[in-house]
Every structure is written in structure tokens, then in C-alpha cells.
């Protein structure tokens, strides 16, 4: 998909009350700065100073409406970026421009950190001739979930279900407390009815066959070694071909492509959300009439 239409994802009402959070989290009381600064019209230009793909303008957009400010992009959602680039300008009273500048730089190096990892884990699983699925997982940043997932999406991955709603997962504890894999199967069915699928976390092809017997529709082969996960997935898929393999655990971008297989549908890294760096962002003003140009290292 286009990166520029994954904007639609959004809901304009969930974008403003997330930007409205951060800047009161960034900003509850009083603004001393802006006694410094004083509200004349201002311009800066955004820098992106690391390689990566540029991710979250909508996020960047709603932060700085809700201080007054108004956005020009000079590069698309999805752009590859080779530093040192100018991506945008952002143009408001002095004083909103700055009270929105960490908040925005947070979130737009957050968003662009996560999509490409998932850029770079895509490449690698197309590298090794696999057409499956590169996915998150739900390990994401508490309250910035969406920013996260929307990252995935740019980057090229699949977020994965977004939350608990999203799909009836039934992991190792659920299955515990059920009393057996069946029992917990049986269960999820239920609970999901038509609407939802039901995924099963398995540690063996024993485990993997009795989720699939009782109605799973994908199986987890959690932390499964190369050399265990693909002849525990072809004999499941030999018995049961419809059902969806997904593997996962201790999967990085260094090692995915082990992973890759005839009978893996699915590969999905929490280290998309929970280890992918930050992308280095800066803002600058510089005077009306003048040429922006990123200023010099010492």
C-alpha cells in the first residue's frame, strides 16, 4: 500500500486527543520560555540528520495544529531519507512553534524508527525469497500503540492485531488456566463466534496438532529454532493445510531469514516496537528571507 494513504487509518479525533496528551504531558502549567520567545510569526525547517524512512507526518501535522502552527512537507510519507535532508517546514507564532517542537520531534523520530526496522526486516525476508508476512506484535510503547503500529504499516510490515479485540490470542497462561490446549481452544471459539480468528501459542507439534483438531485457525510456534520451527510447520500443514503457521521468538534482523519457509506464513519481531533506534530529527529557525541551511558542526 502507498504509505501517503495510510493517513486514512487515522481518525482525526484520535489524532488530535493523542497530540492534545503529549503537549499537556510536555507542558501542564505555566510556559516560562515563552516570555523569551514572544509570539512573532517564526519559521523553521526540519532536519533529518540519520538514514532511514520517514514516518508519523500525520502525527507531526495534529501537534502542531493544536499550537497554531501550520506544516509544509517537502518530502511523502515513506520517503528513504539520506541525512543531511531537508523534510519539512513548520510556520506559527514563535512561541507555539517551540512549545510544540520536542513533542513533535519525539513522535516523528519514534515513528520513523519503527518503520524502518520494519523496512529493513522486510528487505531481508524478500532478500531470502519468502513471500510471507512480516508483522509486530502487541510489545509496544504504553499510549503509543498507534504511533508504533502506524510506523509497521509505513515501514511495509503488518501491524498485527492492533488490540486484545483484534483477534483471540490463547497463550501459554490462557491454556493453564483452562486446563489444556483443547479446553482453551474450544473456549476462544466460542468467545470469537463468527467474527474473530483464534490463534494458538504452541511449544510442540503435539500441542500445535490439538489446537488445530479444535478449531484453531493459526498456530504461534513460539521460540522454536530454525531446525525444530520448519518440520514442526510441515507436518501441521500436511494434516492441517488450512490453518496459518506463524513463527515467532528471539527472531531478529539478523537472523529472520532462518526462519523463512515453505510452511511459515507469518514472522512476527517485538523488536520492531520494542528495539528499533529512534531516527535523529532537529528543528531550526532561521529568518524570513533568508535561505534555511543546517547549521555547521563545531
Not at 42 to 54: C, F, N, R, T
Not at 80 to 109: D, F, I, M, S
Not at 127 to 151: D, I, N, Q, S
Amino acid at each position: 500500500m502507498d504509505p501517503e494513504g495510510l493517513a486514512l487509518l487515522l481518525p482525526p479525533t484520535t489524532l488530535a486527543a493523542l497530540a492534545d496528551s503529549w503537549l499537556r504531558e510536555d507542558c501542564p502549567g505555566l510556559n516560562h520560555a515563552a516570555l523569551v520567545t514572544g509570539a512573532a510569526p517564526s519559521q523553521a525547517v526540519l532536519w533529518a540528520k540519520s538514514p532511514g524512512v520517514l514516518a508519523g507526518r500525520p502525527f507531526f501535522d495534529a501537534i502542531f495544529a493544536r499550537v497554531n502552527c501550520q506544516v509544509s512537507w517537502l518530502l511523502p510519507e515513506g520517503s528513504k531519507l539520506v541525512p543531511v535532508a531537508r523534510v519539512a517546514e513548520v510556520r506559527g507564532p514563535a512561541h507555539c512553534l517551540l512549545l510544540g517542537e520536542r513533542v513533535a520531534l519525539n513522535t516523528l523520530a519514534r515513528c520513523s524508527g519503527v518503520a524502518s526496522a520494519a523496512a529493513a526486516a522486510v528487505e531481508a525476508a524478500r532478500e531470502a525469497g519468502w513471500a510471507g508476512h512480516v508483522a509486530g506484535t502487541r510489545k509496544t510503547t504504553p499510549g503509543f500503540r498507534l504511533v508504533e503500529k502506524y510506523g509497521l504499516l509505513v515501514g511495509g510490515a503488518k501491524a498485527h492485531r492492533y488490540d486484545l479485540g483484534g483477534l483471540v490470542m490463547v497463550k501459554d497462561n490462557h491454556v493453564v488456566a483452562a486446563g489444556g490446549v483443547g479446553e482453551a481452544v474450544r473456549g476462544a471459539r466460542q468467545a470469537a463466534d463468527f467474527a474473530l480468528k483464534v490463534e494458538v501459542e504452541c511449544g510442540s507439534l503435539q500441542e500445535a496438532v490439538e489446537a488445530a483438531e479444535a478449531g484453531a485457525d493459526l498456530v504461534l510456534l513460539d521460540n522454536f529454532k530454525p531446525e525444530q520451527l520448519h518440520p514442526t510447520a510441515a507436518a501441521l500443514k500436511a494434516r492441517f493445510p488450512g490453518v496459518g503457521v506463524e513463527a515467532s521468538g528471539g527472531i531478529t534482523l539478523v537472523n529472520l531469514p532462518r526462519f523463512c519457509g515453505p510452511h511459515i506464513d507469518v514472522i512476527s519481531l517485538g523488536m520492531l516496537t520494542q528495539a528499533a533506534p529512534a531516527l535523529d530529527f532537529s528543528l531550526k529557525l532561521f529568518a524570513e528571507g533568508t535561505a534555511p541551511v543546517y547549521p555547521a558542526l563545531p
